[in-house]
């Protein structure tokens, strides 16, 4: 008797460490035993993308938290992702999510709602005779909200010195941006509705004495932009329109208005982009500008191809062709940007 | 020595359960069966139509040819519940489901959708999605998980793309937060 219930006792304390650690996923073991075996996956299927192996009915119970998952803090997911690829576009030359000199409705970074994502880009471009360099940070909020911030470096070159400013003289710009998607989705929803984004672009030259000699009035000012993008997925098309008021002489870093009264007007952007794959985009720009200064500030256009290498790195190349820029016509050249973003 | 003795016969002495006891109907839970045939568990009845599918089919052979037939998007309906099911981002939203029924359903509106002569029997995408709370992050997995299955099974970019131009709309019914 004695024996009998020591016996008990050491059962009951064996079976104790077995129901103690019991795993927290009680509903999918309990699915699991009652599901049959899964049907054999398809014999041509390869492995699964990201290199994760069919599902197997055997550990189908097993399923555990990533162990990569993101971190999670006050109920907001920290670049944990979630966007479909290529759907935060790529990066303008204003630093905002769009093409490459598009502002579009897209946000950046690749957060859903309740997330928060991160951006960064640099971006040259070679002219027949200056050239660009820009580069900033994107800040990504829910699939909502996007703060933006771009520096621009254009170089004169020889050029700087045939207008009397000193060869290789640099003008340099600030961009602040903001975007809010006010409605619809790029991919979701019906149809006809686009994701519809308002925003606002403030932007600072760091050459405002300079600026103001070549007639400008201010060395500061602020866009307003209301875009739409749509992507009509039955014919694999991306089109996007923008309306911007602005009173920016070549995007501000020649300043804005002019002395002689010239202020804000309202310019278009549009984008045309055919998806090759779900990696792979091709398209052209068109960008208006007005021509406040008289020193024939053409309207932009470009042929781009972006083309996502992972997840998080977008690269594009484009070829573009920039009109006349500050009297010298013909700045026709090669973009090269990349984004990461998370 | 003689506490543990005691407690030892008291607990031999307790009355063991008869043997067999159905502890569900003790309890009220009431099991659902799967059909022996078809492995699906039973749904309430409803009114079937195509209409339930979402959206109107196309009519266009070479799209049927691209997904390899009936069979073919069967077989890429099943295979997008299978990644799914092994997705740790939605493997949750699964795993409280019919799969066996969904694999079927999902096979027969896609074979509607893409024109290849099947009839819908499932359920409407509202009725189906409702308090699932689905957001558009889970979407987003569901639409991969869907182009690698597609991916797969080599179906071009375009034709695929046709088919998520159909699937795409119906967010308005499934996207809840």
Not at chain 1, 304 to 324: P, W
Request: aromatic share 8%; with cysteine; charged share 20%.
């Amino acid at each position: 008797m004695i024996l009998a219930a020591s016996n008990l006792i050491a059962i009951a304390g064996a079976a104790m460490p077995i129901a103690a650690p019991q795993p927290a996923l009680p509903d999918i073991a309990y699915v699991s035993a009652l599901e049959p075996p899964l049907p054999p996956a398809p014999d041509d299927a390869e492995q699964a993308r990201d290199g994760h192996s069919m599902s197997d009915p055997e550990h189908g119970g097993e399923l555990r938290p990533d162990p990569e998952t993101p971190p999670r803090i006050a109920g907001v997911d920290i670049l944990a992702g979630g966007k479909l690829l290529l759907t935060n576009g790529v990066t303008t030359v204003e630093g905002s999510s769009g093409g490459g000199l598009a502002r579009w409705a897209t946000i950046g970074g690749r957060q859903m709602g309740g997330g928060i994502g991160l951006s960064a880009h640099a971006t040259a471009i070679e002219l027949a005779d200056y050239g660009w360099q820009s580069y900033g940070v994107m800040l990504g909020i829910g699939d909502r909200v996007e703060l933006s911030y771009a520096r621009a470096d254009f170089d004169t070159r020889e050029i700087g010195a045939l207008l009397g400013i000193g060869e290789g003289y640099t003008f340099n710009l600030d961009t602040f941006g903001a975007k809010v998607r006010v409605a619809g989705d790029v991919a979701y929803g019906e149809t006809w509705m686009p994701q519809i984004a308002v925003g606002i672009e403030h932007k600072r030259s760091c050459n405002g004495a300079l600026v103001q000699a070549l007639g400008a009035v201010e060395a500061s000012g602020t866009d307003y932009t209301l875009s739409a993008t749509n992507l009509f997925l039955a014919q694999s098309l991306l089109v996007n329109a923008t309306m911007r008021y602005t009173k920016a002489n070549e995007l501000g870093l020649l300043g804005f208005g002019t002395a002689a009264g010239a202020g804000y007007n309202l310019q278009f952007e549009g984008s045309l982009g055919y998806q090759l794959s779900r990696r792979a985009v091709v398209g052209a720009e068109y960008r208006s500008k007005p021509d406040n200064l008289g020193l024939g500030d053409d309207d932009w256009m470009d042929l781009f191809a972006a083309y996502a290498l992972t997840d998080h790195v977008t690269l594009t190349a484009a070829f573009v062709d920039l009109g006349s820029i500050a009297t010298f016509s013909g700045q026709r050249g090669g973009f090269l940007s990349a984004q990461v973003a998370f | 020595m003689l506490l543990t003795a005691t407690a030892a016969a008291l607990m031999l002495l307790q009355q063991a359960p008869a043997e067999g006891t159905d502890w569900d109907a003790e309890f009220g839970v009431e099991v659902k069966q799967r059909d022996p045939i078809t492995g699906e568990l039973p749904v309430d009845p409803y009114d079937q139509s195509n209409a339930n599918a979402g959206a109107t089919p196309y009519d266009n052979a070479r799209l049927v040819e691209a997904f390899g037939g009936r069979e073919g998007i069967r077989r890429i309906a099943a295979r997008t519940v299978e990644l799914s099911e092994a997705d740790p981002r939605i493997a949750a939203i699964f795993a409280a489901h019919d799969t066996v029924r969904l694999k079927r359903t999902l096979g027969e509106q896609f074979c509607y959708l893409l024109g290849a002569g099947c009839d819908y029997s499932g359920r409407d995408m509202r009725t189906t999605h409702a308090e699932m709370g689905v957001t558009k992050a889970d979407m987003n997995a569901l639409v991969e998980n869907l182009q690698a299955a597609m991916r797969e099974a080599h179906v071009p970019f375009a034709a695929q793309n046709r088919l998520l131009a159909k699937l795409a709309p119906m967010s308005r019914d499934v996207v809840k937060r």
